[in-house]
């Protein structure tokens, strides 16, 4: 339309500038109409990035590498060559190339493309598919992991009074953290109440901290008076006694309920919370399975959701440490919250204690404690019926099994359910959390039932040191058995996790040492070849275990856990190429960025 033309249909006016902006108002509406009919290319919230390299990794087997991904709003719009790219972009049509320019003088550069550097990656945002956000926080207020020896712990906990007046000044604060293993001291020994009454600035103060697996916690004698009277036994848990029969300050799994710790405030929930996020996001981690929230904790998060401050997708097990059902006290939540992030529609269920503790259940005695075969958290009556009840109520089922007993009486539960109860295994997806020994038979029957194994890689390197003297020479051949569980899936699936804080967050060290079977600087029990290494995975079938399969474990798999248009655009940009460089380097990538929902999360887009 020419002004010449403008002017006369408008006819004689004072008002010439009015109507040549209602003339860019048509445009506008025009330009409009065509861009909701879909026939513009790319839109100004739309943007690309690429990698020179082709060294986009999208876990989507139809297109496996790409040189370039598209985002528009929060999903991924195309993965796609560069060529095509600019294909799309600089279209042949007149029609668009007159958009595209005006578009480009109305919203300065329409089409914004980044470039990776040369050594960088792109993979989609990496999920943890077994982890606990609240104790990770909780635990970082004083992590004892890294201590060598009983001595290094007390020192710790002297310098946390030490940095807190409010807690020196103040002897009935209680003190709480975690981390400690006695496999790592010099002394090899379980601590006890004494040890802590040894040191006069610790003497008399309630002191509460949990081993490393969560399934221990070694308490002062302060605690111990607080506790008074205690029962003989605990059903699934256990109070280690000296010789004399009086308790020695350790305790174990059901038995730690006995602890009378103050509950934790929605003060002390929000900096739990947010510490392991920006952590996690630091990381990579688009994505965290968290395994086990009390009603309390999930409350929490809830009203989180409801505000917009969960900054990366959470799929919670709810989780109430009781035979009784407890469906209710937790409410079913799919993508709920302000960003749609928060899901609760899964629960976790605890079968047996954990190998460092001789917790976990076994089928024969320990090979070096031949007096116990481990701890049954409950009896295979009282978790069938609680599997049934949660099953008929639509909650995915959980479940935590360490041992090669605990794995077999709950896939027996499983596999009755399936095959009795005619339970729909792809509509149900049961998982078993850990899945870490099993008998040979039952690794093929997990995966033959359709039975989803989560395992966590760094058990097995972190165990390693110590797993074959606790389960002997025949045993070990069905424990960590990661290749075999996934060779065996049905679905070819293996979702991976970490189990931080048992852990560390960075899922890396789990990449690493699934590929490698050797702990972090290099070694193993078998040497630099890696420990038991026939079970050790390959690089892309990690990758997917940190994302596809964790999607899939989560019912996820359509929406997240792969660069595919349409889905959420949850990715990570990785500043070396972890599916190429030698093993021992996978340890020193970077995050360069973190994108959820197509926004930066952590870092800068480069
Ligand atoms: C000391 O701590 C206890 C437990 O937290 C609290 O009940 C008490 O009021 C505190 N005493 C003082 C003087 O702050
Ligand atoms: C199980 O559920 C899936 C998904 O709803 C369905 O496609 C499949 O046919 C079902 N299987 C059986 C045996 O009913
Ligand atoms: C993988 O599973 C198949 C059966 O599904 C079996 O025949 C084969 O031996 C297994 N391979 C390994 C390496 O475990
Ligand atoms: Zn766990």
Redesign the pocket.
Known sequence: MSKDSKEKAAGPSHFPRGIFSAGVALQFLALFCLWLSGRIPFSPDEYSICSKSGSIYTVDETNPQVECISIRGSRISYTESFQELQERTRSRNPASRLQNWLMSRLFRSPIRISYIASDAIIVPGLADAHAHIMNNGFKMQLNLDSCKSLTEVIDGVKAYIQSHPDIHRNSSRWIEGGGWDQTKWLEKRFPTAADFDADPLLRGRPIALQRVDGHASWVSNRVLQIIGKLPADVEGGSIIRDSNGAPTGVFLDNAMSLIPAPEWTDEQMAVFFDTTMKVALSYGLTSIHDAGSSPMMIQFMKSYAETGKIPMRLYVMGHVSSDEYWGSQIPLLVNYGKHRRLTIRSVKLVADGALGSWGAALLEPYSDKSDTSGIMRSTPKAISDLVNQFWKDGWQVNIHCIGDRANHVVLDIFEDLIKVGNANITEWRPRIEHAQIMTVEDLERTGRLGIIASVQPTHATSDMWYAETRLGPNRIEGAYAY??LL??SQKHILPLGSDFPVEGVNPLLGFYAAVSRLSVDGTSPHGGGGWYSSEALTRAQVLKGMTLDAAYASFTEHEIGSLTPGKKADFVVLDRNIMRVPMEEILGTKVVVTVVDGKVAYGAMP
Do not use: D, I, S, Y
Request: glycine content about 24%; overall charge positive.
């Open positions: 290749r075999t060779n065996g």
